[in-house]
């Protein structure tokens, strides 16, 4: 994973495949994340009041200009924007941070649930966990996953089969025809009231009428047009989730996709599930699998934001993009800026949960870094291997057409700024 550049640039040296540069890149990168949770430890012991703003924290004042830091490599410490670039990229983090709040409405999640054959799902969810439970007793294991786990799988299966629909051009409403892409077209008054902010115009290849497809970030709307592309199938999942009584996260990543987290209690960790793909706990999926290159993932929730990249890129040499957008010290005030905003009117014992959970989090996080940085390792010597665990199984390339859009996801005048729906 990148970080601001504070050293001298360095030759880089190879091994066959490996650069000796990166590595010790990523073994600095450990060292910092290591020190700064025993510092954030350390903070927490010394004050008993519930956590500042990182931003109006003395300890983190005091860490920052201690003169240590000119001699040996500090943790990173949130540090607020310092010019217009990095201004413009937290202030896009906060519009995107607000998606999944828009779930918080019990109207909206009843309406969702009148939509979803439940009896149906939560029968399916019933069997698959019984007989998960059967397998784990016959092979002396403990089971892998919980009920609420199996239910969201099916819903999973359900939205990808049943409820929504991919759309990259809509057909022609007049004669059926396949329509092809003419350009953005001005919302109408009955679009724009409905939350369309943008609409794709489409031209018929049979009867040539102008075709309209408006991309809604409302999902409220999407439960009625139950159609789009990643942008709406992402958000409106997400909300099913919600609505089915899982924590979820909308994960938003800079090359232009979304997806979904949701919170195992079982597990006690945050799965990665991707409703265009119908896929479950595959984190790898976009690097290992279809071979991307990601900079920055960030997962957004009711309780706040998290950099969640190092779930998906595990090698942040062989897949990762650099994290040039902004500063890392001015990217984590931005997410404890988020943070702080979601979690101030909460009680004391949430917010202690909350951090006992982002604790464990970035100890799994660290984890996946260190553990595909001792594989790296060990693939230096020939015929060494390794055991594979957790969810460190490759997946295979399963990049389909939905995969293929996203090598050029932006169509005309697409903007990042644009929520959800700005997405693929
Ligand atoms: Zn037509």
Known sequence: MANKPQRAPRASVS????????????????????????????????????????????????????????????????????????????????????????????????????AIPLDRLYAE????HQIHQAQSASVGKKPQWGYQDFVIQSLLKWFKK????WVNNPQCSRCYMPTIVHG??????????RGATRVEGYKCAGCGALERFPRYSDVWQLLQTRC?????????????????????????????????????????RWVHVDACEGVWDQPRLYTEGWGRKLSYCIAFSIDGATDVTRRYVRNAAKHGLPRNRVPEDVLLWGIYE???????????????RLRKEDEREERDLRMFTMSALAKEITSLFPG???PVRGDEHKTPLTQ?????????????????????????
């Open 15 to 114: 091994t066959g495949d490996f650069d000796v540069t990166e590595f010790s890149k990523e073994f600095e990168n450990l060292m910092r994340s290591k020190k700064f949770n025993a510092f954030q430890l350390q903070s927490r012991c010394d004050s008993r009041t519930s956590s500042p703003a990182p931003s109006q924290s003395p300890h983190f004042a005091a860490a920052t200009t201690s003169p240590r830091s000119t001699s040996c490599p500090l943790p990173i410490m949130p540090h607020p924007p310092r010019d217009a670039v990095s201004v413009k990229f937290c202030n896009l983090l906060r519009v995107l941070s607000v998606t999944p709040t828009k779930y918080e409405n019990p109207g909206l999640l009843d309406d969702a649930l009148t």
């Open 384 to 386: 060494a291997s390794r």
């Open 338 to 352: 988020i943070r702080r905003i979601r979690r101030e009117k909460l009680p004391e014992h949430e917010h202690q």
């Open 125 to 128: 969810a019933d069997d698959e």
């Open 228 to 268: 789009g592309r990643v942008g709406e199938w992402a958000n409106c999942f997400t909300m099913l989730c919600r609505a089915l009584g899982s924590r979820v996260r909308w994960v938003w990543n800079s090359e232009d996709y979304v997806w979904t987290e949701v919170y195992s209690e079982h597990q006690r």
């Open 162 to 165: 049943s409820f929504f629909t």
């Open 400 to 424: 389909d057409q939905d995969a293929a859009q996203w090598v050029n996801p932006r169509q005309q005048g697409e903007s990042e700024n644009s929520g959800p729906d700005g997405h693929r």
């Open 184 to 193: 953005m077209v001005p919302p109408t008054p009955d679009e724009t009231a």
